[in-house]
């Protein structure tokens, strides 16, 4: 399942480079501005020859009726010529009604053309818009594949070491159907080492948790009408609002921050096959997510951002007590469902995204259903697995930010936030199991020593370093 980054790394990132270059060019977008410019341009030649018949008629339509009532005020004999009062009455209305029809038609024509001009302006923006989109998603997934491909490498246990880090015998890669539960993390010796470190991951992410919802309630209680009476729609001007198609509904973001996520960590945590890294997985992100909980905790209150969704409304059950309120936004209260709108910086969804994401392409090759040879099918599966998570991430992140739901900073600081402190989190337990001599007997290498000595990739890496 070794991803070589000679093997892989041109082929794959040159042709995606290649084809968002070529997007952003489109050149169907070209051929319809040519296409909208000359029926534009005849739109308005032709309106123009009927503007100028339509006033010449008018004029000497208005000369002939003018004539006519001179000749009427002149003097009364020209009654008895053949044009009585009622005549004359009858003709001037007609005239009246045939110029304001014709005025009519032409205000319409204006309309539609003015409607047409402005939707080959839109249409054309919109083009533009999802060329960029389209370019910015192939380059974030050729430089996203290709720092996969790279680490890769180091990521990738040997059969004989997984095996044997699993407490199996042999070498033979055990089948799926044997244990797809991983059924051997519930016996009682595996809990009793396990718990522990779970109970400190878990209540390690609660109170972070907590001291997040503290800070918004607080926000929402001090700030809701902060930015109020300077404007009623307060929004910072954002590229990503600019550049991207709207999307008009958030129901679509949360659908994104959560599903996805869901299904990864079905994957890792319930449907683990039989080697399962279950207790080990969901310690590390219960503490990584607690971390990332007590930054955002310090970043929203730090700068308080205007809401960019105008819709949002907030349901608080405790407005007087931010305490009570912190409580009743925790994600296991039965009968409150919170909502608050002043936490901005940065993006709890974009968070839960990017780490469902970065652990499900870290963790799969040390918890494999099957075990995928180097035969160029089975590498070209991975890949296009690959692809397709990573794919989900980003539209994930084109949906928050399109909705409006947060900036394009808030999701930008929530990715980047996320993988920075998974990837340091990793870098820091191999430093902490490499020889005693080389790293400090205290502090965080310490803890780490406890907390993850019994974590699959640990023992393998204890296995390479026997060997020298």
Not at 75 to 102: C, K, Q, R, Y
Not at 418 to 439: D, Q
Request: charged share 15%; hydrophobic share 45%.
């Amino acid at each position: 399942m070794k991803l070589a980054c000679g093997t892989w790394r041109r082929p794959i990132l040159v042709p995606f480079c290649s084809l968002a270059l070529m997007v952003l060019e489109f050149p169907p977008a070209s051929g319809l501005r040519h296409s909208l410019a000359s029926s534009e341009e005849e739109l308005w030649q032709s309106l123009g020859e009927r503007i100028d018949q339509s006033r010449s008629a008018g004029s000497s339509r208005s000369s002939q009726e003018l004539a006519q009532s001179r000749r009427a005020d002149s003097s009364a004999d020209h009654w008895t010529e053949g044009i009585s009062p009622t005549s004359f009455m009858l003709e001037h209305a007609n005239a009246t009604a045939v110029l304001h029809e014709e005025n009519h038609t032409l205000d319409q024509n204006l309309r539609g053309l003015r409607l047409i001009h402005a939707f080959s302006k839109g249409y054309k923006s919109d083009l533009k818009k999802l060329a960029m989109l389209v370019a910015l998603c192939g380059i974030c997934i050729c430089c996203l594949i290709g720092q996969c491909t790279i680490g890769d490498q180091g990521n990738q246990p040997e059969l004989r070491d997984l095996v044997c880090a699993h407490g199996l015998s042999g070498e033979d890669f055990p089948s799926f159907f044997q244990d797809p539960f991983g059924s051997k993390d519930f016996s009682k010796d595996t809990l009793l080492r396990a718990m522990p470190r779970l109970s400190v991951a878990f209540g390690f992410w609660l109170i972070a948790l907590y001291s997040n919802n503290v800070a918004q309630a607080w926000l929402q209680k001090h700030m809701a009408g902060y930015y109020a009476p300077q404007t009623a729609s307060p929004i910072l001007w954002d590229i990503g609002f600019e550049i991207l198609p709207a999307v008009r509904s958030t129901t679509l973001a949360e659908l994104f921050a959560r599903v996805p996520p869901m299904i990864l960590f079905m994957r890792l945590l319930v449907v683990t096959g039989p080697l399962s890294m279950r207790w080990t997985i969901l310690s590390r992100m219960l503490l990584i997510w607690g971390m990332l909980w007590g930054v955002r905790a310090v970043t929203i209150v730090a700068t308080v951002l205007p809401n960019p969704d105008n819709n949002c409304k907030p349901v608080v059950s405790f407005p007087n007590n931010i305490f009570l309120e912190a409580l009743a936004n925790m994600p296991f209260a039965i009968g409150h469902s919170e909502t608050t709108c002043q936490d901005v910086m940065f993006s709890g969804h974009t968070v839960a995204l990017t780490l469902a994401t970065i652990a499900f392409l870290h963790y799969t090759p040390w918890a494999p259903w099957t075990w995928c040879n180097e035969s160029p099918s089975c590498v070209s599966r991975a890949f296009i697995l690959k692809v397709i998570v990573i794919a989900t991430m980003l539209v994930g992140y084109y949906v928050i930010i399109a909705s409006k739901f947060h900036y394009t900073a808030d999701v930008l600081m929530g990715g980047i936030l996320s993988a920075l402190i998974f990837h340091s989190y990793h870098s820091a337990v191999r430093v902490a199991f490499l020889s005693k001599s080389e790293t400090p007997q205290w502090g965080v290498h310490a803890f780490l020593r406890w907390f993850d000595k019994d974590a699959v990739d640990v023992v393998v890496q204890k296995i390479w370093l026997s060997r020298g």
